[in-house]
C-alpha cells in the first residue's frame, strides 16, 4: 500500500527527524510533549503531520512514523507490520480470511485484515486499509506462529490453526470446507491438526470436521481421538449452519444432521 505526502513545516520536521535519529517507529503524543515541552503545541504538530500523511494514527495517543526519504516521495507499508504495531502489548493473531489466502485455502483477496486478539473488537481504516479486531475467547489462542517481516515478529495463525479457524468460520459455500479439507490434509501435520480440533471449546466444529474427515477418508486412528471428544455431547448439529433447514440424513457417529 502507498502512501504519498506533502511539505511539512520546521517544527512537523523537527520531530519526524528526531523520532528517526533515535529509531522510533511509533510516536506518542508523549515523545511529542516531551520534545516540544508544550501539550498544545504537540498536538498541532501530531494533527498536523497525520492530515499530511507522515503519521498515520493506529490509536489514540500512538502513532506510526512515515520515513522522512522515501523514493519519489511515497512509502510503502505491510499491513502485517501495521497490524502487530496496533495490536502492540495485546497477545493476537492475523486470522480467518487474511490467512485462508496465505495459506491458499482461497484464491480470493482479502480487503480487511483480520486481527484476532483477548481485548478488543473493533474496526479502524489505516492508511486506507481496513483492519478489524475480533475479540476471542483466551480457549481459541493457540496455533500461533510468529514471523518476522521488517524486523517485526508478527504473529499468525499456523496452516492447522488456520485450517481449524476456516471450518469454524468458512468463506464462500460450505461446501467449501469439504473441498479446503480434501486438498490440504496429505500437506498438513495431521496429528497437530487433530490436537487443535480436539481442543476447540465448540463441539459443532468438531462434529463437522470429524465427519468430512471421514467421508474424505482420514485414517481411522486420528478420527478415534477426535470422536472421543464428542463423546458426552448428545446434541445434534446441522453440517451446513447457513441453511436453516434440519431436514436431510443422519450421521448417529458425529451426531450431524447432513442438510444439503
Same mark, same amino acid.
Given at each position: 500500500?502507498?502512501?504519498?505526502?506533502?511539505?511539512?513545516?520546521?517544527?512537523e520536521l523537527y520531530l519526524v527527524s528526531r523520532a528517526e535519529y533515535e529509531k522510533q517507529k511509533l510516536i506518542t503524543t508523549a515523545f511529542?510533549?516531551?520534545?516540544?515541552?508544550?501539550?498544545?503545541?504537540?498536538?498541532?504538530? $501530531?494533527?498536523?503531520?497525520?492530515?499530511?500523511?507522515?503519521? $498515520?494514527?493506529?490509536?489514540?495517543?500512538?502513532?506510526?512514523?512515515?520515513?522522512?526519504?522515501?523514493?519519489?516521495?511515497?512509502?510503502?507499508?505491510?499491513?502485517?507490520?501495521?497490524?502487530? $504495531?496496533?495490536?502492540?502489548?495485546?497477545?493476537?493473531?492475523?486470522?480467518?480470511?487474511?490467512?485462508?489466502?496465505?495459506?491458499?485455502?482461497?484464491?480470493?483477496?482479502?480487503q480487511t485484515i483480520f486481527v484476532l486478539n483477548k481485548k478488543r473488537s473493533c474496526e479502524k481504516v489505516i492508511g486506507q486499509v481496513l483492519?478489524?479486531?475480533?475479540?476471542?475467547?483466551?480457549?481459541?489462542?493457540?496455533?500461533?506462529?510468529?514471523?518476522?517481516?521488517?524486523d517485526e515478529q508478527i504473529c499468525i495463525s499456523d496452516k492447522e490453526r488456520t485450517l481449524v479457524d476456516f471450518i469454524y468460520n468458512p468463506?464462500?459455500?460450505?461446501?467449501?470446507?469439504?473441498?479446503?479439507?480434501?486438498?490440504?490434509?496429505?500437506?498438513?501435520?495431521?496429528?497437530?491438526?487433530?490436537?487443535?480440533?480436539?481442543?476447540?471449546?465448540?463441539?459443532?466444529?468438531?462434529?463437522?470436521?470429524?465427519?468430512?474427515?471421514?467421508?474424505?477418508?482420514?485414517?481411522?486412528?486420528?478420527?478415534?481421538?477426535?470422536?472421543?471428544?464428542?463423546?458426552?455431547?448428545?446434541?445434534?448439529?446441522?453440517?451446513?449452519?447457513?441453511?436453516?433447514?434440519?431436514?436431510?440424513?443422519?450421521?448417529?457417529?458425529?451426531?450431524?444432521?447432513?442438510?444439503?
Open positions: 500500500m502507498i502512501n504519498s505526502y506533502t511539505s511539512i513545516s520546521k517544527d511529542a510533549v516531551k520534545l516540544f515541552g508544550n501539550s498544545n503545541k504537540a498536538s498541532s504538530v $501530531l494533527t498536523s503531520l497525520t492530515r499530511k500523511g507522515r503519521l $498515520l494514527q493506529l490509536q489514540r495517543g500512538m502513532y506510526l512514523l512515515v520515513p522522512i526519504k522515501a523514493p519519489n516521495q511515497q512509502w510503502s507499508f505491510n499491513e502485517f507490520v501495521l497490524a502487530a $504495531l496496533w495490536m502492540r502489548g495485546i497477545p493476537y493473531y492475523i486470522g480467518y480470511f487474511t490467512m485462508y489466502n496465505y495459506w491458499g485455502f482461497t484464491e480470493q483477496i482479502p483492519f478489524k479486531a475480533v475479540k476471542i475467547d483466551k480457549r481459541k489462542y493457540y496455533g500461533v506462529q510468529q514471523i518476522k517481516i521488517e468463506v464462500g459455500s460450505f461446501r467449501s470446507i469439504e473441498n479446503v479439507l480434501q486438498s490440504q490434509i496429505k500437506q498438513i501435520d495431521l496429528n497437530k491438526f487433530m490436537k487443535y480440533l480436539q481442543r476447540f471449546p465448540v463441539a459443532a466444529v468438531r462434529k463437522r470436521a470429524g465427519y468430512l474427515l471421514e467421508k474424505i477418508g482420514c485414517e481411522a486412528s486420528a478420527l478415534k481421538r477426535l470422536r472421543k471428544s464428542i463423546a458426552g455431547d448428545a446434541t445434534y448439529v446441522v453440517l451446513d449452519p447457513n441453511k436453516k433447514s434440519r431436514k436431510g440424513t443422519v450421521s448417529k457417529e458425529w451426531r450431524i444432521i447432513v442438510n444439503r
